[in-house]
């Protein structure tokens, strides 16, 4: 009698993880048509360029990787300072977007459009077409000018999945840290950046 209630259980089971394995490689949506990740992305990390006070030319990365199992791609990501002393303000029309890390780089993606909520001051990047999971991506802004007053700047970045009703799920911040510099330090970037 032990052998066939070992081998229901045995089948039960394995329904169980067939069934798991299918939701895992699904997004989730509710009834009122929101459209979760089913695993959301997450932020690897930020960097930048120059990391001076006052300094011209920088750039800022925020790399994303986009897990196999996410369920839906990747539309839409917000990047949103937190309450700081310095707002950064960014030239969106130099924004852009590419395949794998700012030290392994992969091939340009296409961004639909940036843009930015005035009272928030939220930069958005819409992707077109979204991109697919099991991608790592890397965002760079172009700041108009590094930060006035050192310290540590926090970013904190949304992502958005594909679909009419997408909610957004926070992945953390990206920790920027800017340094007082030497008068070299200050003029050297804005000297480079006019002749290249």
């Known amino acids: 009698m032990r052998v066939p209630y070992i081998l229901s259980t045995t089948i039960a089971l394995g329904v169980t993880l067939a069934t798991s394995s299918i939701n895992l490689s699904q997004a989730v949506q509710l009834r009122d048509g929101k459209v979760y990740f089913t695993q959301p992305p997450y932020l690897l990390g930020a960097k930048t360029t120059y990391n001076g006070v006052n300094m011209w030319g920088a750039k800022y990365y925020f790399t994303i990787n986009i897990p196999e199992n996410a369920g839906e791609p990747l539309q839409k990501i917000t990047i949103n300072q937190r309450d700081a002393i310095v707002h950064v303000r960014f030239d969106l029309e ?18 639909q459009d940036v843009t930015r ?80």
Do not use: C, M
Not at 129 to 157: A, C, D, E, H, M
């Open 117 to 196: 909520d005035r009272e928030t001051n939220a930069v958005s990047i819409t992707f077109e077409p979204p991109l697919r999971p099991g991608q790592t991506v890397t965002i760079g802004l172009q700041p108009k000018q590094n930060p006035s007053v050192p310290g540590v700047y926090l970013f904190g970045v949304t992502a958005f999945p594909s679909g009419e009703q997408p909610h957004g799920q926070f992945l953390g911040y990206g920790r920027l840290q800017f340094y007082g510099g030497d008068i070299d330090s200050y003029f050297f970037p804005r000297f480079y950046r006019s002749w290249r």
């Open 94 to 111: 130099d924004s852009f977007a590419f395949e794998g890390t700012p030290s392994d780089r992969g091939q340009k993606l296409k961004i």
